[in-house]
């Protein structure tokens, strides 16, 4: 009893809000098949092309769409003032924060998922093959962006020009995730193929940093 | 309704000052509130009723001075709040909500608790309607029923009768008549004298954050909540 | 006032030996020739932005623990004085690479690792405008600070390992290249005069800065009556 459990029944709650509404999902997949296929109208998509900017394209789409589709998950708890009745419930106030980072993991890694095809076909570059590897790096690099926008949404919902500070405050600070992950990534999609341990290393690195520092200080960006 | 009057216990303000940059929302407020009273909170809006009772809730850190339980049990009572807004989900049923409000507070047999909370306020037809479908009322008696998911011993309403009709005040009078009774310790901002009022032991007058009147040190009750609204 | 005098006389006598050093004293280098000199101002700028980021940082976990609000003047005074460093940095940066190399920007690693620094840093400022609250600005810049120095070494070594493939051209010549001993203590001196600056001009800052919030807090007092 305790943090995983209170953790697993906000988690059950996130995701069931979600589901019931689909908005979130929905508008975040229309949003990054957009860009990927507006930027497609900026180069030609041929072999070489694809394979040295797409990477980089497919993570700063994900980066984008993530800035935006992270704000409601504090700003949701504000309309009935949800969030101190969290606060009341809640032992460890790192539950709050657990359950909705791992719920925006899991929302960002099924719209990059869903991603993965379209770009494969528009941009031919071949994926299926490497599919484990690519499901990894998605991973690792969308539990960062979704731990350290997690973080940030809960100062940004307590700010003015909230829709435009978070993607401010959040792009810069995943600098090293976008680094990081757009190297993988193209490792992965060259022939051979090559994964870049020290990628995924780093990544591991980001994650467990920026997890602990939320877990240290997360009560204090809920406070009052 | 059994309680737990084990973890009962009383209130201790201590010189609680809350500062919003230069405005004092509370000013050295230092109370005693005895195990089992059941005080009114009186005072124009703006006055620090709700400050006050967020403070003692923990949800809000005061700026100065510290607040504590007192009495026999050492650990952390089981408190309930009632807040100006509802804090239950609008995209969630009535039933969805208090389950898992009461499982985040470990509730035994939370779906027996949830139902027999339900079917008290009255809301048991709809309990799987979406909280968004509800009327003000309803909400407030939502509200309510989340408050008193794990049994409270020390309880905080902020103004519990807003949006109630005589039915519902009614139902909130006879609960807090039965939770006095086994032990509770209440502590509730009204804006006026109500059949709510009747049930407090003590009355405390608020202004600019610094309490102004207290039945327990002489002050009349009616005096209390004169010129409360405003 | 007369201590801030004395401070601030000797500042300035420190940047102008720096300053005279810089350009007579040390040597010319080899290949590159006068505008080389720039590489003092560039370095000790550099160092010193980092300094005062550190010092913002401090201030930062200060405030969130103790809640006084020294520590936050103290943490946008260092957070403004290591941006305007860190502002000279980038633009000494193309300054020097222009005439040697005949580009303004070289994606050299650290240069582009500054300028995430240096955008990180202005968010912080920038947050810091949308928040009303004397107290809650405090809280959240501090938190969003204490984010940004966490990431800054993240920052670093992301784009030093995997943005520098490519042959560019390189700063300071690499770990390996021997800087004239001159070059050495001219540099030392230059960052000293600059860390000099840094501490004044700090000191101005987060006096004008407590200044400000007592103001805030008077003025709010008033409005209440």
Avoid at chain 1, 30 to 46: A, E, G, K, R, W
Avoid at chain 2, 21 to 41: D, F, H, K, N, P
Avoid at chain 2, 93 to 116: C, G, H, M, Y
Avoid at chain 3, 52 to 58: K, L, M, R, T
């Amino acid at each position: 009893m305790g943090l995983a459990s209170n953790t697993a029944v906000l988690l059950g709650k996130e995701l069931r809000t979600e589901f019931r509404s689909r908005e979130l999902l929905v508008t975040t997949v229309v949003f990054i098949l957009m860009i990927v296929v507006l930027f497609s109208f900026t180069f030609d998509p041929s072999y070489n092309e694809s394979h040295r900017f797409g990477p980089g394209l497919l993570w700063m789409a994900f980066l984008f769409a993530a800035s935006l589709m992270l704000q409601p998950c504090f700003l949701r708890e504000q309309t009935n003032d949800t969030l101190s009745a969290l606060r009341l419930t809640v032992d460890d106030p790192f539950a709050i924060f657990l359950a909705k980072l791992i719920a925006n993991m899991i929302f960002l890694l099924l719209t990059e998922l869903l991603m993965l095809p379209v770009f494969s076909i528009l941009y031919n570059v071949a994926v299926l093959r490497q599919l484990h590897w690519l499901v990894l790096v998605f991973s690792l690099g969308s539990l960062g962006v979704s731990i350290a926008g997690t973080a940030l949404a809960a100062v940004s919902a307590q700010a003015r020009m909230r829709e435009l500070l978070l993607p401010l405050l959040l792009l810069p600070l995943l600098t090293p995730v976008l680094v990081a992950s757009t190297e993988v990534t193209v490792g992965l999609l060259e022939s051979p193929a090559t994964v870049q341990w020290k990628g995924i290393g780093f990544l591991i690195v980001f994650d467990v940093v920026f997890l602990t520092a939320l877990w240290l200080f997360g009560e204090y960006l809920l406070e009052e | 309704m059994t309680l737990q009057t084990a973890g009962a216990s009383g209130l201790r303000f201590d010189k609680i000052d809350k500062r919003y940059g230069g405005i004092y929302a509370l000013r050295q407020v230092s109370l005693e509130i005895e195990l089992g009273e059941c005080v009114a909170l009186a005072g124009r809006n703006g006055s620090g009723k709700t400050t006050l009772l967020r403070v003692a809730a923990k949800l809000v850190r005061p700026s100065a001075g510290a607040f504590h339980f007192t009495g026999v049990a050492k650990q952390r009572p089981s408190t309930g709040y009632v807040g100006h807004a509802s804090m239950v989900y609008d995209e969630l049923t009535a039933e969805e909500n208090l389950i898992l409000f009461a499982r985040l507070q470990n509730v035994d047999k939370p779906e027996s608790r949830v139902e027999s909370l339900l079917n008290a306020t009255g809301l048991l037809d709809r309990r799987d309607s979406l909280v968004r479908t509800f009327s003000r009322g309803m909400r407030q008696r939502m509200a309510l029923s989340r408050a008193l998911l794990a049994e409270p011993t020390v309880l905080f309403l902020d103004e519990p009768a807003t949006g109630l009709d005589t039915v519902g005040v009614n139902w909130l009078a006879n609960t807090l008549r039965s939770l006095r009774h086994a032990g509770c310790t209440i502590l509730m901002s009204l804006h006026g004298e109500s059949e709510i009022s009747s049930l407090a032991t003590r009355a405390i007058r608020l202004e600019s954050g610094c309490v102004a009147a207290d039945t327990r040190a002489g002050a009349p009750m009616n005096s209390i909540f004169a010129l409360s609204n405003g | 006032m007369k201590k801030q005098f004395v401070g601030a006389a000797t500042t300035i006598i420190l940047v102008v030996l720096a300053g005279y050093a810089a350009l007579f004293v040390a040597p010319t280098e080899r290949t590159m020739g006068t505008i080389q000199r720039i590489f003092y101002l560039h370095v000790s700028s550099a160092w010193t932005g980092l300094t005062a980021f550190f010092i913002c940082f401090v201030g930062n976990l200060l405030y969130v623990f103790r809640r006084q609000p020294r520590w936050d003047w103290l943490g946008v005074a260092a957070a403004e004085v290591g941006l305007a460093f860190t502002t000279v940095v980038l633009i000494t940066g193309p300054i020097w690479a222009h005439p040697v190399w005949g580009i303004w920007w070289t994606w050299d690693a650290r240069l582009t690792s500054t300028f995430v620094l240096w955008l990180l840093y202005a968010s912080y400022l920038v947050l810091r405008t949308l928040v009303e609250e004397p107290e809650r600005r405090g809280l959240l810049s501090a938190l969003f600070g204490i984010f940004c120095f966490l990431d800054a070494p993240l920052v670093f070594g992301s784009i030093r390992w995997w943005r520098t493939q490519h042959p560019q051209p390189v700063f300071m010549g690499g770990a390996g290249s021997g800087l004239d001993p001159t070059m050495w203590k001219v540099t030392f001196f230059f960052w000293f005069s600059c860390l000099a600056l840094m501490a004044l001009l700090m000191s101005q800052r987060y006096q004008l800065e407590a200044m400000r919030g007592e103001l805030e807090t008077i003025r709010r007092e008033a409005e209440t009556q």
